[in-house]
């Protein structure tokens, strides 16, 4: 099973709105809402962010936001600020009854 | 608090072994499921290796199938990967997660034990 695809780079500025993509197929995002994110700073853990396509965990910004269409997730940042600037991953269950990842997106804060 | 310690990291030769613990607090551990996940330095996750709460099923990437053994003792609040035949291409940070198992989201991640394959 290939890893999902994402954009290897995004920037945006404080106070603006990005978006990540994650591209997959009907075999993974398209096939099931079973599509998470994670957020990982250097040298840390990662960070379950989004799950079930656009659910957030319990304490987790309202800033961030999931949706999918097609074979594409999406995760969307909006106020971005400087503490948002980490690596994202998505992951997608597949029908291989296992979870792939993405090969992760770096967010630059400008 | 969910709070997941790894141990067990460290240098090794091609070829050789290492056992990996993670040590588990803050909740019902025989109630979940638990995997691992590994991130080579600089590059993506990959997930590893997954069981069951009651650690009956096992779940393997065929990268490792054969090679690494997931186990755990719910007594001791404690999963396990025994890695054998290990190759340089297994360097890596490796994550334990709780959930992991077939559609499970990675809820909770400890902060990794890194392990390096090398001569």
């Known amino acids: 099973q290939s890893a999902l695809t994402q954009p290897a780079s995004v920037s945006g500025s404080p106070g603006q709105s990005i978006t990540i993509s994650c591209t997959g197929t009907s075999s993974d995002i398209g096939g099931y809402n079973y599509v998470s994110w994670y957020q990982q700073h250097p040298g840390k853990a990662p960070k379950l962010m989004i799950y079930d396509v656009g659910n957030r965990p319990s304490g987790v910004s309202n800033r961030f936001s999931g949706s999918k269409s097609g074979n594409t997730a999406s995760l969307t940042i909006s106020g971005l600020q400087a503490e948002d600037e980490a690596d994202y991953y998505c992951?997608?269950?597949?029908?291989?009854?296992?979870?792939?990842f993405g090969g992760g997106t770096k967010l630059t804060v400008l | 608090e969910v709070q997941l310690v790894e141990s067990g990291g460290g240098l090794v030769q091609p070829g050789g072994s290492l056992r990996l613990s993670c040590a588990a607090s803050?909740?019902?551990?025989?109630?979940?499921?638990m995997s691992w996940v590994r991130q080579a330095p600089g590059k993506g996750l990959d997930w590893v290796s997954g069981?069951?709460?009651?650690?009956?099923?096992?779940y393997y990437a065929d990268s490792v199938k054969g090679r690494f053994t997931i186990s755990r003792d719910n007594s001791k609040n404690t999963v396990y990967l025994q890695m054998n035949s290990l190759r340089a291409e297994d360097t890596a940070t490796y994550y334990c997660?709780?959930?992991?198992?077939?559609?499970?989201?990675?809820?909770?991640w400890g902060q990794g034990a890194l392990v390096t394959v090398s001569s």
């Open positions: 803050g909740f019902t551990f025989s109630g979940y499921d």
């Open positions: 997660a709780r959930g992991g198992v077939g559609a499970e989201d990675f809820e909770y």
């Open positions: 992951s997608a269950y597949t029908r291989t009854n296992k979870r792939i």
């Open positions: 069981l069951s709460g009651s650690g009956a099923s096992t």
